[in-house]
């Protein structure tokens, strides 16, 4: 070895051989993300007869509250809390699920020929067109969903307002489990859906 002439040892490759160790470890600690959605519930009393002649109904906006109308699931806790749930987050915006599950119950309710899916053709007769306002629509920390809404339906040759009908659904979920909790949400909007059923 010549002198003056410092060995520099590889010590510095060990940080770089550790770090998709330490990687790996980090990512093995962090929690799964679960996605849910709204499906279709049978009506709680049969479906509904309509020999209606007019025109058919479609689902048009579903209006949520800002605190609502996020992809993560949100729960209403004790007092004034509320509990956004990161790990527990919607398939998709609520406020598309809602319309098209809402769409679907619908037509188990009516049938298919009164009620239209979104994106649908117009008729040459028009359509009917639903607006949903909601207020709340959440579980809370006991279990119980509330589904809080202002619904009404336009003719296409009414000119005035429309008469407007307020609902207010509470469905026990048994639990504040995530997954009990959206499959309850998906009971509340079929009970809307019956409370629609029933008017129109």
């Known amino acids: 070895m010549k002198r003056g002439v410092a060995v520099v040892r590889p010590i510095h490759r060990l940080p770089i051989l550790l770090l998709p160790i330490l990687v790996l470890s980090a990512c093995g600690g962090s929690p799964k993300t679960h996605f849910h959605t709204l499906v279709t519930e049978p009506p709680q009393h049969g479906s509904v007869a309509s020999d209606r002649s007019g025109p058919p109904i479609q689902v048009g906006d579903v209006d949520l509250p800002g605190a609502l109308d996020r992809q993560a699931l ?42 239209l899916a979104p994106g649908d053709p117009t008729p040459p007769g028009g359509v009917r067109t639903l607006v949903v306002n909601v207020q709340e629509f959440s579980g809370d920390s006991q279990g119980e969903v509330r589904l809080v809404a202002d619904w009404a339906i336009g003719r296409p040759d009414q000119r005035g307002g429309t008469r407007s009908h307020h609902v207010d659904v509470r469905v026990n979920a048994g639990s504040a489990n995530p997954d009990a909790v959206t499959a309850a949400m998906s009971q509340a909007v079929g009970r809307l859906a019956d409370d629609i059923a029933a008017r129109v």
């Open 74 to 115: 949100v729960m209403r806790g004790p007092g004034t809390t509320v509990n956004v749930l990161s790990v527990d987050r919607w398939v998709a915006p609520l406020d598309g699920l809602m319309r098209h599950t809402l769409t679907d119950d619908l037509r188990q309710r009516l049938g298919d020929a009164q009620v």
